[in-house]
């Protein structure tokens, strides 16, 4: 009997399948431009496709969330990930980790690592539920989470620590909590990027979220209401003009002065957040480090 021989199409199946971690974790690759170009490769074809990003989606237990949570990685294809720098990206109001690649983040990121503008680094994200990232239900607390958890999961994994956090619209207002709580703990990150960010002026509006027990509590937690709590971290902002949360955003801009604060044409939507991401890899390459 002589060889088998497989189709491209069950080549790209078997590569871009679920593959098994040495902890016994169950890890989904998707398939990417380094996929196709092994296989194009294997074939004789000379064509080199564009450099994609490589994702990997894990379900992990959350003892901060007494529950099990997708924890992604959005990473550079080719690079390599022993002690490569993370930052945390939190995704907005019902989203989760499989859907935080808000603009394309990954991919913008691996392009410019393609093309050497920018050193390697990759983003984590994780479920958080719909509570602006903080300890709203008892006993479920994504921010506990985010500080106590993740530093382990991507120690174990072999990354680096979480340099730097990037929020989309409530992942936004929850990078600025993080970075607030890290800079209480006297370990403050080295950078945070917002995108149109969730930054709500009146209780009654923040109320229809139902994240917050009461207005009291909103108060002691919206960045509006402490500017200065992050410390050190470099802060970058960027927003649409057309945002809902404009009003807010050009506050925080106005009496913050962040490292970046950008406001340009465009809403609160994909289309604007498209425009943004080569600014906010940009910025945040100049923070990463690679752990050693």
Excluded: C
Aim: hydrophobic share 40%.
């Amino acid at each position: 009997m002589g060889e088998p021989t497989y189709s491209r199409r069950t080549l790209l199946a078997a590569i871009g399948a679920v593959v098994a971690t040495a902890t016994g974790v169950a890890t989904y690759v998707s398939s990417s431009s380094a996929t196709e170009q092994q296989v194009a490769t294997a074939e004789g074809l000379s064509r080199t496709p564009a450099a994609k990003p490589t994702i990997r989606f894990e379900r992990v237990y959350s003892a901060a969330r007494r529950r099990e949570v997708t924890l992604s990685f959005y990473l550079p294809t080719g690079a390599s990930t022993r002690g490569l720098p993370m930052s945390i990206l939190l995704h907005g109001l019902h989203g989760d980790a499989r859907h935080a690649n808000a603009g394309d983040l990954a991919g913008v990121l691996t392009s410019a690592v393609a093309k050497g503008s920018v050193p390697a680094f990759g983003f984590v994200a994780v479920d958080g539920g719909d509570n602006y990232w903080h300890e709203n239900v008892p006993g479920d607390d994504p921010m506990a989470m985010l500080l106590d958890e993740i530093p382990s999961w991507l120690k174990e994994r072999g990354y680096g620590e979480p340099f730097a956090v990037t929020g989309v619209s409530m992942g936004g207002f929850g990078a600025l909590l993080y970075a607030r709580r890290r800079a209480e703990r006297g370990d403050p990150i080295a950078a945070a990027a917002t995108v149109s960010p969730g930054l709500i002026t009146t209780w009654p509006e923040m109320a229809k979220r139902k994240a917050f027990k009461n207005e009291a509590e909103w108060t002691s937690l919206d960045p509006l209401r402490h500017l200065d709590s992050t410390g050190p971290t470099a802060l970058g902002v960027w927003i649409g003009d057309h945002d809902r949360f404009i009003e807010g955003t050009r506050r925080f801009i106005r009496e913050v002065r962040p490292e970046v604060g950008t406001v340009k044409p465009g809403g609160h939507d994909d289309e604007f957040y498209r425009k943004v991401t080569p600014d906010v890899v940009q910025f945040l390459a100049k923070y990463a480090k690679r752990a050693v």
